[in-house]
Each structure stands twice: as C-alpha cells, then as structure tokens.
C-alpha cells in the first residue's frame, strides 16, 4: 500500500477563513478522498498559523492576549472544516507544545552544524508577508503582495546559510521535473534561484522586539520567526524525528499552497530541509488566487466571499463542484455567484441531475425499479463503454498531475455521451416494441455507468456521491473502492438490487442579481 500526505498551509489566525482558505482546503481534501479510492494510505493535515506581529497586532486590537486571540480565530477555522465535508486527519497550531518542541529540535540540529549563524542585517521588512524583500524583489520600492512600502530595520538577528544549497535545489529542482508544479511555478523558481546569489535567511528576532514565538534553544534572549517555525508544522504532525508516521507518510508528502508563498515553500523549505539532513518533499503544488471582479480578495476592499455563506446558499457538495471545476491549477479564476450558478445549473442540474433522474425513472417504470439483466452487446453500446474507459482513465491521469478541472471535463464527457446515448437508443421506444432484452440492455449500461460516475465523484462532491450510490441501492465503503480498477471492470451493480424510484441530487437555481445600490 503506497502512502499520500497531502498539506495545506497553515493559516495564520489574524483574520476569519474566507474563499482563498477553503478552496485550498477542499482541494485538499478531494485530493486526500481521491487517493484513497487509488488504494492509499492517506494523511491529510491543516492548521493555523500563530505567531508574529501581526497576530500581536491583531489581538491588541480586540482588546485581548495574543492567546486569547489565537484560540478564538483558530477555532473559527477548526470548526469550519467539518461543515464543508473536509475530513482532516489532524489540525495543528503553532502553539501547541508537540510544535514548540520540534522546532527548536530542528534549530538546535541546524546550529550544530554551523549552518546558523549570528550577524547584523538591515532590510526592508514588510509586516504582512512577515519577511524580508531585497531592493531587487520590491515594486516601486513597495511589497509586490501587499502594495505597501516597506519598513527599514537593522539589528542584530541569526540567519540561516540558505545560500549554501542553492546549487543542490538547482540539481534537485533539474532531477525531479515534478518537485514544483505546475510548470509555470517550476519556472519561476528555477529563473529566481539562477538569477544571483540566494541571500542567507533571517530567522529570529530580539525578544526585546518580539515576545510571541519559539524560543531559540541556544539563545534565550530571541524566538525563531515565521518561515522557520510554520514550515516545520509539517514534520512535527508527523512526530518527526522518531514517529511511524513520519516514516510512513514523509516520503509522499505533498504540499498544497497559492503562489503567494511560492518562495517559502519552493526555496527556505528544501533548503532547510537539506540542512537538517531530512529529504525533500515529494511535489510542492502551487495554485493561482480567486479574483473578484478581477482583483484579489482583499478585506480590506470588503470583497471577501463568505464559504460558509455560498455552501449554505448553493450546497456543500455544488460549491466545491464549482471550485474544482472552474479553476484551471495554476491560474487565477474569477469568483462570481453568476458563474456558480451556471455551472451548477448546466453541468450539476441539467447534465448529471437530469441524466441521474431520468434513468432512475425509466428502471421503475420498465422493470420496477429493480436492475434488468444485461442481453448481448450493440454497438452503440460497446461506443459508450469505449467513451466511459476513456473518461475515467483521462479523470484518473488528471488528478494525479494535479489538474483538477480538466479531470472534470473529461468526467463529464460519459456524463453527456450517456445524456446522447439515451436519445439515440430511446428506451421508450424499445418499451413500446416489447423489446424487453435489448432494453434490459440499455437501462443497465446506464445504471452502470452511474455507479462509476458516482464513484469518481466521491473525492469532489462526498455526500452527493454516497447519495446516488444509496439510490442506486448500493451501501458505498470507500477502503472496498478500487479506482483504477473501475476503467475496466463491468458488471458490479448487481441484478435485481432494487433503484429510489426519484431522485432530486441537484435542483435548479434562478440567480438574482443583487438590486443595483
Ligand atoms: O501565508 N485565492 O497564511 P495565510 C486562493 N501562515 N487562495 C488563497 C487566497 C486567494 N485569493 N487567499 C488565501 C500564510 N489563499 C502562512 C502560511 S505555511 C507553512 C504558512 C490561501 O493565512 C492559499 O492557500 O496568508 C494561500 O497560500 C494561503 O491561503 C495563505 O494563507
């Protein structure tokens, strides 16, 4: 049994989750679902993000300790998480001791071996990114994330010799053409490490300045900052250095952020990694922003959309549809409750919906809604099975190179080559002929066919699948699934089983527009 971790970043607590934090988090998850179905041994972890300034920031605001502070936004998250059918395996919180542990674990390892270092640095820091920019990386002398110029700050600090490794990334970036994707990301990274030298990496700040973090082990008057205490979350959930788990789930490890945090990810990560004698993760998968009305969602600009809000409104299961759906990995998309609902309308109500209702209808009406046998095989017949080998194969392929949205496309291509299918070989007409066999026939390949659909859409939409795969009188058990057995296998859905006489998985939705202010 092969293994898959699969992480998303962890957030940081000084603002509620919004549409850019459950997107990632749902990708995840279907990612997680998808892989388990492959015949995986999965681990799926998230968390929260809560040291810095900015949480200081945060929490002095509202009156509050930063602990106060963080418990409240980190439970907001927490909570979340279940109502939009996302199955974490674990949650983590920079503050937890098991964190605090393994961080200063890591430091003291990296110290040892002269790989950190005490120097003078001044650079201009931004507080929201919480990192330094070179003059090389500013934008009109302004932070390129957060549009804001920079504070200058000189003091004394530890660094990390990032520098040292950048040859060795450039090597590993070169031996494993996945390690960053998608491609564009990979090139990005690979122009930025060949660009010059790589800068050491500042990784403390003076307690003087900054009580809210993890003491550095080998110099009580500074806590390590940022970069170097959240990215460690990722081995500490696995009990690194001395737990099962870690041996078990490091090697397949995926990561799972939005180019915004390319840079941490793609070149402190390894690096760090490197220097503490650990292997590098297996594939860093980057992916675009949702954009509103072409700008970023900023809640600053009051444009933040509200998951819990869209899936109470539209559905859980047509809300991630949407979003796995609508953005092609790797670019930006545009987030508009328009678009949501012409896709839940087109592709959810009318494609599969009606696909879904009717076949279940005709099933009652020609055989009493019990499962018909299967006669002997036409050729419109051995064309849609041909259609549905290749649907599923292509679904398969495209998730596991983490393209998402094409992976649906070619879903949906059984789901209209079965809608044709039924015009073509009109069961109602063979009903009125009494051609009882060759219609036994058809309603299977169609109940079928369902099954599988069904099956392949539990990692995107949970419930709805187990919905339909309970309508058509089947108790779904996702550790008995062999996914990629399905491309090929026929005849599971066994005659007789009895089929719901209706079903009703996606009703249509008129859009309002919001009345002009
Ligand atoms: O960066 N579109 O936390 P963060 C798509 N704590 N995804 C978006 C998005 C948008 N408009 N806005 C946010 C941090 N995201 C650090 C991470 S990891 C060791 C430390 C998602 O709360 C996306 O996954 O700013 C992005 O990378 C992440 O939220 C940033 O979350």
Known sequence: MDSFFITTPIYYVNAKPHLGHAYTTILADSMK??????????????????????????????????????????????????????????FIRTTEKRHIKCVQEVLQKVYDKGDIYFGEYGGHYCFGCERFYTEKELVDGKCPQHETKPEYIAEKNYFFKMSKYQDWLIGHINANPDFIRPERYRNEVMSLLKSGALEDLCISRPKSRLEWGIELPFDKDFVTYVWFDA?????????????DKFKKFWPSANHLVAKDILKPHAVFWPTMLKAAEIEPYQN??????????????????????????????YGVNAFRYFLMREMVFGNDSSFSEEALVGRLNADLANDLGNLFSRTLAMTHKYFGGLVPAEGE??????????IGRASMAAFQQNFLEAKFSRGLESLWELVRGLNKYIDTTQ??????EENLSRLGTVMYVLLENMRKIAVHLWPVMPEASEKMLAEL??????????????VDVWG???L??????????????EFEKTPPV
């Open 33 to 90: 679902r998808f892989h388990k179905l492959m015949g995986d041994d999965t681990y799926f972890l998230t968390g929260t993000d809560e040291h810095g300034d900015k949480i200081v920031q945060a929490a002095e605001k509202g009156g509050q300790t930063p602990s106060e502070y963080v418990d409240e936004i980190s439970a907001l998250f927490r909570n979340l998480w279940p109502d939009l059918q996302i199955e974490n395996d674990d």
């Open 231 to 243: 990215l460690i979350n990722y081995i500490t959930a696995l009990d690194y250095p001395k737990g």
């Open 284 to 313: 860093l998968n980057v992916h675009g922003y949702w954009l509103i009305k072409d700008t970023k969602m900023s809640k600053s600009l009051g444009n933040v959309v509200e998951p819990l809000e869209m899936a109470q409104k």
């Open 377 to 386: 095989e036409g050729e419109e017949d051995c064309n849609i099975k041909n």
């Open 427 to 432: 069961p109602w007409t063979l009903y009125k």
């Open 473 to 486: 009188g089947i108790t779904f058990r996702p550790e008995k699934v062999n996914l990629q057995g399905e």
């Open 492 to 494: 599971l859905l066994e």
């Open 496 to 509: 007789g089983t009895e089929v719901a006489s209706k079903s009703n998985l996606f009703p249509r939705v």
